[in-house]
């Protein structure tokens, strides 16, 4: 009891809370379809079970009830969900529903969906609605229960849709729809129509509210629709109770009442146990006609061969039954096999419907054979078959399944193409090609591994650990690492590079790519990888490295020389004029020619030095190699121990654009090497030929289709180490005892070998001695011997010369030569002071010596400022870099060229040559 008032005065808080929110007047929907339960009587008065009962409690609650009458359905449910209304009745719950409204909790009725038919109508159950036309009510939920009931039992029928009941029951008496859908309670107002047997969907019936509406009249209702239904004598029972009984107006005897009663329920049980039964032999109907269409569609779609052959007494041996493919591939029609047994078709008395044959069967209950099929026109194909034996209804039955097998010598021999293309595509790569197992055992090695490294596949696939004998000792350590699964994981692609030894005992480079395999289901099937020769590569970089290196050493070369050369210019010029000055002094005399001496082997040194690195520009004459070669052995055969045996093949006399006395230095560097490698005799060979055109593509890295020969010298000495000869071409390296070597030979002849285009190669090993190869572009020559004469100069005196250096040592050495033979030297050390003092007076001046190299402006630039005042005037340029500028390279402006260090008598001869 205080549960019931507890709740009575939660719902007055929440009236008290909300009533500034919500108006005491309640709307509430009144639409047609749901008579007896709601709608507008004889009187236009509003009545049934939900306005009477919802009337009694809102009034009781203080609220005036409104009812919004003359509505179809769809009109009540578009107005209540925009607010129009506060309430919809009768209303079905649905989960689509329950998005837009709010429900009140206990249902008011329970209601079954019904078709209606007209009086005369043969209609009974569902299977007699095929494709007829039902109305159904614009947005009513039974009409959606009835559709997706049709799907259920597949019946195809023609919904047609109207707004009211009233419309509806028109359309159903004026013949325009076969039935109509709508409640049960229709009957209890309308005697015009019949009902059918057909109920469904039985719905709970409840009132709803829109989704933010005035949800705690819910509350209210709920409560007390709970207390009415407790009370026998409330408004929802009586409504509840006139809907269940009709009053008469003559008094029937109670017994037959009871009798009658008794009798409508009888007969409504054996209708509705007919309608099922109907029902249910429907839906069996149904399904074994569609299981036997999936049966003959299975059946006759398969590809293999199906047949069905009777093992009964009154069949034995019969076809039952075949399938399209079977009579497609055999010939027959399906009418012929029928009249056939399996003996006669296969006209074969090794069949497997013989007797044995059968208790095989009988006894494993399958069996899987070759044999062959006839064909009708003659001929026959090969199968596989399966056969098993089944029983139903005390028949046995034999089926057999049979796979054409004609196919199979097509897919084998597509298979053996297939096969072969990847064999050779394999066997022909280029690179060494490897598959390994997950145990390190190779399954496949192609034969180029033994271009590669010298052994052949055969010997790798019976010596999985061949592979890592010829790895390089110092390798092998990488290879572990990288062959490990840690680096290579699962399926990533790895690589490495590694050196091996040839089979003949040569170093070769790899570059090694390597991954996992895995099947399509995820299997392992080993490691697949391939090694590919990179030495020619690893060469190449090497000798571009060696060439980076002895640039950027040449540059800091060419550096040092110039300001080596303006020193070695003023030690040379003294020491000339030492000597003169004390030529009757044999002890002074000696001192200064000894200075002389020192001077020139410096300019000698750092000749060597600017020829390393190419920053001298030479006198590139053709010279005949063949010549050189003999010129040089006659002078060092002497110097050679009678150990060493010195062997020359000589079989080509042509000639290469190059500087003579360089070829002279690369000959002697060279044999010099090779004596000293030779400590305990041996044998120098150097041999001269040209290189057939197959040869200049395989040995020649860059070609631009000239003819090239090969200067090899071979020694058979003590050999070099790999670090040892990645090394020799760099400059002042050297594995001599400190005194013994400069560390220059093999790099200098690097340089001049670069600086002629031409190429060199070094093999050696160990105790095996050492190949130095030299690749020369030949030159097409014919021999001219006519030479230039000498012209004798005869020097003007008393000539005004302005001379302009950074290096004052060098004015004063120019002075004292040019002064002492009648010149007058006008001598500068900033450049811009001589351009200045040359524009003051430009016509006292009858030649001009500048340095090319100043700080404040570059000896060419202050030529051509000259020459703008006076294009008359001779000018001699100066250089420490040893450019050796011929008459053509001069920059313009420029008369004549000297390279720096000089000599008195050479700068006399080229001032007379202009003056």
Known sequence: MWFRWRKVLLISLLIVVNCTLYAEIVTVAVFDGVKPVCYVNDQGQVAGLFPEVLRSILEEEGYTVQFVTGLTFQDAYEKVLSGEIDILPAFLMTEERKELFTFNKEPFIVSWSQLF???????????????????????????????????????????????????????????????????????????????????????????????????????????????????????????????????????????????????????????????????????????LQDSEENYKRLFNGAKDLISVVGLTDDENGLFLDVNESFCEKTGYSQKEMYLMKADEFLKNETTPWREEMTQELRRKGFHITETTLPIKEGGSFPVETSSQLFESRGRQFLLSISRDLSFRDEFDSALSAIQQKYSTIADYNYNWEFWMDDQGQFIYVSPSCERISGYAASEFLENSELLLQIIYPEDRELWDSHFSHQNIGDHKESDTQIRILHKDGSLRWLQHDCWHIRSKDGIDLGLRGNFRDISERKEMEEQLSRKQRLESLGILAGGIAHDFNNVLTVIKGYSDIGMTRFSENQEISSLFETIHKASNRGEALIGKILDFSSNKKTKMIPVQISSMVKEVFTLVTPSFPSSIKIKQIIDNHSYIMADEGQVHRVIMNICTN???????????????????????????????????????????????????????????????????????????????????????????????????????????????????????????????????????????????????????????????????????????????????????????????????????????????????????????GIDAFMQKPFDRKTLLEVIASLV
């Open 117 to 287: 038919v007209p009086p005369d109508s043969p209609i009974e159950s569902v299977l007699d609605l095929h494709d007829k036309r039902i109305a159904l009510m614009e947005g009513g939920q039974n009409g959606k229960n009835f559709i997706q009931m049709m799907k259920d039992f597949n019946i195809p029928f023609v919904p047609v849709y109207y707004p009211d009941n009233q419309i509806m029951t028109q359309k159903l008496l004026g013949g325009d729809v076969d039935g109509l859908v709508s409640y049960n309670s229709l009957a209890w107002y309308e005697s015009r129509i019949k009902s059918s047997n057909i109920l469904f969907s039985p719905s709970k019936s409840y009132i709803a509210l829109r989704k933010g509406g005035p949800e705690f009249l819910l509350e209210i209702i709920d409560t007390a629709l709970v207390e009415m239904r407790n009370d026998e004598n409330s408004v929802y029972n009586r409504e509840l109770n006139s809907l269940r009984f009709v009053d008469t107006v003559e008094v029937i005897p109670q017994w037959i009442f009871y009798l009658t009663a008794a009798a409508v329920l009888v007969f409504i049980f054996v209708m509705l146990f007919v309608f099922l039964l109907r029902l249910k032999v429907a839906q069996v109907s149904v399904r």
């Open 674 to 892: 090779a004596r000293l490698a030779m400590p305990d005799g041996g044998c120098l060979t150097v041999s001269l030929r040209e290189l057939e055109k197959e040869e200049i593509l395989r040995k020649i890295s860059s070609c631009d289709g000239t003819r090239w020969m090969e200067l090899s010298f071979h020694d058979t000495g003590v050999g070099m180490t790999e670090e040892v000869k990645s090394r020799i071409f760099d400059p002042f390296y050297t594995t001599r005892k400190s005194g013994e070597g400069t560390g220059m030979g093999l790099s200098v002849v690097h340089g001049l070998i670069s600086e002629w285009n031409g190429q060199i190669s070094v093999e050696s090993l160990p105790g095996k001695g050492t190949s130095i190869i030299l690749y020369l572009p030949i030159l097409d020559y014919n021999i001219d011997p006519s030479e230039e004469q000498k012209q004798i100069y005869k020097i003007p005196g008393k000539l005004h010369i302005i001379a302009i250096d950074d290096e004052s040592l060098i004015l004063d050495l120019l002075t004292l030569y040019l002064e002492k033979e009648g010149f007058v030297v006008h001598s500068f050390s900033s450049a811009l002071e001589g351009v200045k003092n040359f524009h003051e007076n430009p016509e006292a001046y009858g030649l001009a010596i500048l340095d090319m190299t100043m700080p404040e402006k570059r000896g060419d630039l202050v030529a051509r400022e000259l020459k703008e005042l006076r294009p008359d005037l001779p000018i001699i340029l100066f250089s420490g870099f040893n450019e050796n500028l011929n008459q053509n390279e001069l920059p313009p």
